[in-house]
């Protein structure tokens, strides 16, 4: 494995981890306020794009960039338009179904990257599709009580499998507007601008309440700074470099952290079959590591087209 694949996994990882951490955030922030689902959202991202671009000027002071390269803001933007479509679809998939059935459902969207990379011509190898199968499995015996949760109704599904699919477009459209890219991180901010954008149009429609406590304003931070602003870096640097399909497979460690995290803060009982699963996802991120150097480069060169 090359140092700049080291690099992508350790990102998506981190991207992960941030995802991961969110649902707990989230939990606490329910528990010290008054705040309904959208209300997090919009706080999520009035709060992340600012805060995005505070990094880049930090980073351009600190470490300024050789080149004043030109970003493909239009694509970019558009890639911002996703990101805010795939919030507004969890936020009324997951008003109509458990957490536990939604997130077996959005874990779909790994074999759809997969399936879209297949038709837009990249080569995806058997062991990563039979990586894909042990992760898929994985993410079911996770989630808690999928079985027992009920299916929630025909447009719940509906919406979970489109925030599915969004996400999906998203690795693979992100892979595409970020090659030869090198300031990541201002490409982040940009593609950041039209969600604040939407975030910001809803707020008159809907209002939005203000935080009652220091203590949900801090958690407000935290999941602007660890759940929105480290994923999004992280997962456009790994789309970068290990490609899409691979990154949204590794991504699939996120329930297992996610299962972790709430054992660890908020004292949730782990079941056996999820320790199970968790254990599928873990081989099947194995299994793709352990591909021939020159078929790790080759597919790259397939994944950068």
Same mark, same amino acid.
């Given at each position: 494995?090359?140092?700049?694949?080291?690099?992508?996994?350790?990102?998506?990882?981190?991207?992960?981890? &941030?995802?991961?951490?969110?649902?707990?955030?989230?939990?606490?922030?329910?528990?010290?306020?008054?705040?309904?689902?959208?209300?997090?959202?919009?706080?999520?991202?009035?709060?992340? =794009?600012?805060?995005?671009? !505070?990094?880049? +000027?930090?980073?351009?002071?600190?470490?300024?960039?050789?080149?004043?390269?030109?970003?493909?803001?239009?694509?970019?933007?558009? /890639?911002?338009?996703?990101?805010?479509? +795939?919030?507004? =679809? =969890?936020?009324? =998939? #997951?008003?109509?179904?458990?957490?536990?059935?939604?997130?077996?459902?959005?874990?779909?969207? @790994? +074999?759809?990257?997969? $399936?879209?990379?297949? #038709?837009?011509?990249?080569?995806?190898?058997?062991?990563?599709?039979?990586?894909?199968?042990?992760?898929?499995? &994985?993410?079911?015996?996770?989630? @808690?009580?999928?079985?027992?949760?009920?299916?929630?109704?025909?447009?719940?599904? +509906?919406?979970? $499998?489109?925030?599915? !699919?969004?996400?999906? /477009?998203?690795?693979?459209?992100?892979?595409?507007?970020?090659? &030869?890219?090198?300031?990541?991180?201002?490409?982040?901010?940009?593609?950041?601008?039209?969600?604040?954008?939407?975030? #910001?149009?809803?707020?008159?429609?809907?209002?939005?309440?203000? @935080?009652?406590?220091?203590?949900? !304003?801090?958690?407000?931070?935290?999941?602007?700074?660890?759940?929105?602003?480290?994923?999004?870096?992280?997962?456009?640097?790994?789309?970068?470099?290990? &490609?899409?399909?691979?990154?949204?497979?590794?991504?699939?460690?996120? @329930?297992?952290?996610?299962?972790?995290?709430?054992?660890?803060?908020?004292?949730?009982?782990?079941?056996?079959?999820?320790?199970?699963?968790?254990? $599928? /996802?873990?081989?099947?991120?194995?299994?793709?590591?352990?591909?021939?150097?020159?078929?790790?480069? $080759?597919? /790259?060169?397939?994944?950068?087209?």
């Amino acid at each position: 494995m090359t140092r700049r694949e080291r690099e992508g996994f350790l990102w998506i990882i981190l991207a992960a981890a &941030g995802f991961s951490v969110m649902p707990t955030l989230v939990k606490l922030t329910y528990l010290h306020s008054t705040f309904e689902p959208m209300d997090i959202a919009i706080w999520r991202f009035v709060l992340a =794009a600012p805060i995005m671009w !505070a990094l880049v +000027a930090y980073t351009r002071r600190s470490q300024p960039v050789q080149t004043d390269e030109k970003l493909p803001v239009t694509r970019l933007l558009v /890639i911002g338009l996703f990101i805010a479509a +795939a919030v507004m =679809a =969890a936020f009324f =998939a #997951l008003e109509r179904l458990p957490g536990s059935t939604y997130i077996v459902l959005l874990y779909a969207y @790994p +074999a759809m990257v997969a $399936l879209l990379s297949r #038709l837009v011509g990249d080569k995806i190898q058997a062991r990563t599709w039979f990586a894909l199968v042990l992760a898929l499995a &994985g993410v079911a015996l996770t989630v @808690p009580n999928f079985t027992a949760a009920g299916g929630g109704d025909a447009v719940g599904v +509906a919406l979970a $499998l489109l925030n599915a !699919a969004i996400i999906a /477009i998203y690795y693979l459209l992100t892979r595409r507007a970020l090659d &030869g890219v090198v300031d990541v991180s201002r490409a982040s901010a940009v593609m950041m601008i039209s969600t604040f954008v939407i975030m #910001l149009m809803l707020i008159p429609i809907r209002g939005l309440q203000l @935080p009652q406590n220091p203590l949900t !304003a801090l958690l407000l931070i935290s999941i602007a700074v660890f759940g929105t602003v480290l994923p999004i870096v992280g997962v456009n640097i790994a789309v970068q470099r290990i &490609g899409a399909a691979q990154a949204s497979l590794v991504s699939t460690v996120e @329930p297992i952290m996610s299962m972790i995290i709430s054992m660890l803060i908020l004292s949730e009982v782990i079941q056996s079959l999820q320790w199970i699963g968790a254990a $599928l /996802i873990v081989v099947s991120v194995v299994v793709l590591q352990l591909r021939p150097r020159d078929r790790i480069d $080759l597919s /790259i060169a397939h994944e950068a087209g």
